[in-house]
């Protein structure tokens, strides 16, 4: 698919094979919930934009996201050392996204942030169909990451759905593959090919409903020698399909809707996720978070990211189950008005 905005300006909708060449979203035709067409300033307001880099391993967890939310553009990266139970993490918010860059490429494009001595940089390529992260803090701290997704089999999930009365958000999620590259900061020096580090990736953007909270979980690791992933959502981007799945040695497995229950007041405490078709079936044990709480009135946001163990089954129709035991992985509780 060259672009997702068709020559009607509406949206393909549904589940693709991969993904779009380009995320058209000024050829929209974007109208109020009445039905006035909207212009030019309202498509750039309204329109969102985020990416995220997870990195899982028993030696080092890490998270790395920038967003671009027309008024603002934020970025975050933290760096978690389970045997020391230290931590790193920077927060960036930058007016109008002065210092930042986004491509709406989603395979093949640069999405940056700036502030001083301070880089975030996620790029994408499509002659190696490569995802890469590189951070540079003016502390020392540096992150130099990347996967590939050219691997027999393997399938990213690519996804569009509509949302509330005149929005759509397309989504591209990647997890269960292998990491690549060099983490060296205040935690020390790390090989992440040599710690068995694995990735998760995310790509979104679109017209989210204005005030909207979702849950959010990602395992990656190694399952009786089988590569495991794992994309859960709920709240968004399940309008008439939804994003979740696992992948097994790179398959992309569907799954069907997700309950997540927990405790909102207790991140870090137990949290189970079931699915309606019985394919998954796990709880969760929070071992550390990021979290960023922002109210400027006309945009809000109380985000809590947790990274922690998985533990239960997952049972793909027609195969033998998968036991997850104490995977590393992460969860979401996100609250945001934009």
Excluded at 1 to 27: C, E, T, V
Excluded at 57 to 64: P, T
């Amino acid at each position: 698919m060259d672009k997702l905005i068709q020559a009607d300006g509406q949206p393909h909708y549904g589940i693709f094979p991969a993904a779009p060449d380009l995320i058209n979203y000024r050829d929209f035709d974007f109208r109020s919930p009445m039905g006035r067409r909207l212009g030019a300033l309202a498509k750039w307001r309204r329109f969102h934009q985020f990416q995220y880099f997870g990195l899982l391993s028993d030696e080092l967890i890490g998270g790395c996201a920038l967003a671009n939310l027309s008024l603002v553009g934020v970025g975050f990266v933290y760096l978690f050392h389970p045997a020391s139970g230290r931590m790193i993490e920077r927060q960036f918010k930058l007016p109008l996204g002065f210092g930042t860059t986004f491509s709406q490429t989603p395979d093949d494009g640069v999405c940056e942030l700036r502030q001083g001595r301070n880089l975030l940089r996620l790029e994408n390529r499509a002659d190696s169909a490569q995802k890469r992260l590189l951070v540079e803090l003016d502390d020392g701290t540096r992150i130099d990451a990347w996967f590939s997704e050219r691997e027999p089999g393997f399938q990213p999930m690519c996804i569009c759905t509509p949302t509330a009365a005149n929005g759509w958000v397309y989504a591209q999620k990647v997890a269960g593959v292998a990491c690549q590259g060099q983490v060296s900061s205040t935690l020390g020096t790390f090989d992440l090919a040599q710690i068995g580090a694995f990735a998760h990736h995310d790509w979104s953007a679109g017209y989210m409903r204005p005030e909207t909270n979702w849950n959010w979980a990602c395992l990656s690791g190694l399952a009786d020698g089988v590569r495991v992933g794992l994309n859960l959502s709920c709240g968004v981007n399940e309008t008439s399909f939804t994003e979740n799945c696992f992948w097994l040695d790179g398959e992309m497995l569907k799954v069907d809707t997700v309950r997540f229950s927990f405790d909102r007041e207790r991140p870090l405490g137990t949290w189970s996720m079931t699915s309606h078709d019985g394919q998954v079936e796990l709880t969760f044990e929070g071992e550390g978070l990021h979290e960023e709480r922002l109210n400027l009135g006309f945009i809000a946001s109380n985000f809590k990211q947790v990274f922690g163990r998985f533990s239960g089954t997952l049972r793909p129709a027609g195969r033998a189950p998968v036991q997850i035991e104490r995977m590393w992985g992460f969860v979401e509780d996100q609250y945001v008005k934009w």
